[in-house]
């Protein structure tokens, strides 16, 4: 079965230092893999995915994420850090058959952003 | 284009009894997803449809249920509520062909006493 982990729960970084969120997978076949965030009282908004191709995938809001297939990983990185991404973050896998489909998703790491 | 609405957004009910939530999915998309959301368990999904078909269910119990209208609108139903159900209920809903992106609406937030 698929199953996703973020390893960390919560991470705190300053304004304008890098980030970069973990997230391991397992899935049998290539995943298709996103990247989801969540601000308070809010849904989840899409930040990018990936399918096949080309392993570093670009998204909204500055963020880009690398696939590494031989370590399972598909983790999420921003090179400087706005105090408006303080949130929740989402790794989901997706995954497809007998045409129907869901998401199966992390346990989310929340970020906060020191000013 | 409108994005995707839950009614209500805020839910208090009561142990024993039944809710209804409502999603109105993203002008013509056609796939309608629910998860649930909860501290502990995280985000769990619960059933997907499409053209008023339940394609797919998650691992929850008969209580939790669903449906689809000709006008993509969806319902899900839970009865018999317990204290567990206490949750955010997300729905999602995505284009013919592009199940992989899924527009989530910003949920109804259900809590049980």
């Known amino acids: 079965a698929q199953s996703v982990t973020q390893p960390d729960i919560h991470i705190t970084v300053s304004e304008g230092a890098s980030l970069e969120l973990r997230c391991n997978y397992s899935?049998?076949?290539?995943?298709?893999l996103f990247w989801y965030v969540q601000s308070p009282g809010q849904g989840l908004q899409l930040l990018l995915k990936?399918?096949?191709?080309?392993?570093l995938v670009q998204g909204i809001k500055g963020f880009e994420a690398e696939f590494k297939r031989s370590q399972s990983s598909f983790n999420l990185r921003k090179p400087s850090v706005h105090w408006s991404d303080a949130a929740e973050y989402f790794c989901?896998?997706?995954?497809?058959?007998?045409?129907?489909?869901?998401?199966?998703f992390g346990k989310g790491t929340k970020l906060s952003v020191i000013p | 284009k409108a994005g995707v609405t839950q009614t209500p957004r805020y839910l208090i009910k009561t142990r024993g009894q039944q809710v209804t939530l409502s999603c109105s999915p993203i002008?013509?998309?056609?796939?309608v997803s629910w998860y649930q959301q909860t501290p502990g368990q995280g985000l769990q999904f619960l059933f997907e449809?499409?053209?008023?078909?339940?394609?797919n269910k998650g691992n929850f119990p008969g209580r939790f249920s669903g449906r689809q209208f000709s006008n993509s609108r969806s319902e899900m139903n839970v009865s018999t509520l317990e204290l567990g159900d206490s949750a955010l209920y997300l729905c999602?809903?995505?284009?013919?062909?592009?199940?992989?992106?899924?527009?989530f609406g910003p949920g109804t937030r259900l809590t049980v006493t």
């Open positions: 990936y399918f096949s191709g080309d392993t």
């Open positions: 899935y049998g076949a290539t995943p298709y």
């Open positions: 999602a809903s995505s284009g013919q062909g592009k199940w992989y992106e899924q527009y």
């Open positions: 449809y499409f053209s008023e078909t339940q394609r």
């Open positions: 002008s013509g998309h056609r796939s």
């Open positions: 989901a896998v997706g995954h497809s058959g007998a045409g129907s489909y869901q998401l199966t």
